[in-house]
């Protein structure tokens, strides 16, 4: 069974930093484009930071210079990370790990991890 898995929220201060981690787990031939998005309440979930297989990266403009994605293709993991540096109280979501995964069908499709909340205090 395919699987997304996140770690690494928390409370952090206005002004710090923290890594959010996902990996991916189970029978997966391929990973395609991976990312992370985040929901905060009352408000639709959005993309934060996305990175192709190749390394390209693409990243909301509220988190542009302060969050980097980082992903690990390896035999070992599979893992796409999240760092987020200088946070804002505006950064508070739940934060979820998407990822574009062949399980040895025909096309890909697109998974969710369960989520993990982050809170920034003022």
């Known amino acids: 069974q395919v699987q997304l898995v996140e770690s690494g929220g928390g409370l952090v201060q206005a002004g710090g930093s923290l890594r959010l981690s996902c990996a991916a787990s189970?029978?997966?031939?391929?990973?395609?484009?991976m990312g992370w998005y985040r929901q905060a309440p009352g408000k639709q979930r959005e993309l934060v930071a996305t990175i192709t297989g190749g390394g390209s990266t693409n990243y909301a403009d509220s988190v542009k210079g302060r969050f980097t994605i980082f992903r690990d293709n390896g035999d070992a993991k599979k893992t796409v990370d999240l760092q987020m540096n200088s946070l804002k109280p505006e950064d508070t979501a739940v934060y979820y790990c998407?990822?574009?995964?062949?399980?040895?069908?025909?096309?890909?499709?697109?998974?969710w991890g369960q989520g993990t909340q982050v809170t920034v205090s003022s």
């Open positions: 998407n990822a574009n995964l062949n399980t040895g069908t025909i096309i890909s499709y697109n998974y």
């Open positions: 189970g029978r997966i031939f391929s990973i395609g484009v």
